[in-house]
């Protein structure tokens, strides 16, 4: 049995959150995802989501392929993380390429390629711009 982990932030779920949960999921058994607290997202973004943790937390659970799901306080503790979880695999969006190389002595790390033409921020953007 493969366990998979996988971490972000799914604010303003979109179909490019979908599209990696669902191949993340092909890699194995079970998936856990840990979804970013929304003070983590503001240390690594300058602004809070505009779905709070909690909502978020409970849309990813909703899906049929996310088995378990936590909330990430820190980028640093991945491998706490991992650990917990016994994930075998890491798996990111290619925009994290080679930022969580580090884990790789305890688990593996892929990095899988992003859907293109959608972003959380794009869609702000756009609907920001709605008069
Ligand atoms: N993603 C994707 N395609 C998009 C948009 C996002 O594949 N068009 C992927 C990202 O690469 C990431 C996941 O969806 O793997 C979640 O993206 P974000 O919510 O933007 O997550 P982020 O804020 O980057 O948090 O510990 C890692 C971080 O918590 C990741």
Redesign the pocket.
């Known amino acids: 049995m493969k366990r998979i982990i996988?971490?972000?932030?799914?604010?303003v779920f979109h179909v490019?959150?979908i599209?990696?949960l669902e191949r993340a999921a092909q890699y194995g058994d079970h998936l856990t995802v840990?979804v970013?607290s929304d003070a983590?997202?503001f240390s690594?973004k300058g602004r809070y989501p505009i779905y709070p943790e909690s909502d978020r937390c409970k849309i990813i659970r909703s899906l049929k392929f996310v088995n378990e799901v936590f909330v990430?306080e820190s980028?640093e503790f991945?491998k706490k993380y991992i650990e917990k979880c016994n994930a075998d695999i890491l798996i990111?969006?290619?925009?994290?390429a080679g930022r969580f190389d580090w884990v790789n002595e305890i688990c593996q790390v892929i990095y899988?390629p992003?859907?293109p033409s959608?972003?959380?921020t794009e869609i702000i953007e756009v609907v920001k711009s709605i008069k």
């Open positions: 996988t971490f972000g932030t799914f604010d490019g959150h599209n990696i840990g970013s983590l997202n690594k990430e980028l991945k990111m969006g290619d925009d994290w899988l992003r859907t959608i972003s959380t």
